[in-house]
Nanobody, 121 residues
């Protein structure tokens, strides 16, 4: 069983930056692929970024070049550095984990509770 706790969300102005963190429980974190998804009001949950157990990274076209996903296996933590934020980035951001390879689909075994990111004009 893996428990995920996100933090770092908040209110930021257009063009600003935030760093989300996701702390994972368990001793097998290094063997898990991790991902960030987001869900805006009235919309489906969408893929943002993923990092495999071998540190390969994947991004949606909408965030490529602005967001960076990384992991620290010693701290059982995955990060999402978000720069040049836009109003359309406003959403609840969810951390997810699955054993094995990364996926752009929401077919992850474990999910956090989500953290709100709001980008204001």
């Amino acid at each position: 069983q893996v428990q995920l706790v996100e933090s770092g969300g908040g209110l930021v102005q257009v063009g600003g930056s935030l760093r989300l963190s996701c702390a994972a429980s368990g001793r097998t974190f290094s063997s898990y692929s991790m991902a960030w998804f987001r869900q805006a009001p009235g919309k489906e949950r969408e893929f943002v970024a993923a990092i495999s157990w071998s540190a390969d990274t994947y991004y949606s076209d909408s965030v490529k070049g602005r967001f960076t996903i990384s992991r620290d296996n010693a701290k059982n933590t995955v990060y999402l550095q978000m720069n040049s934020l836009k109003p359309e980035d406003t959403a609840v951001y969810y951390c997810a984990a699955r054993p094995g390879g990364a996926s752009r689909n929401p077919d992850y075994n474990y999910w956090g509770q989500g953290t709100q990111v709001t980008v204001s004009l």
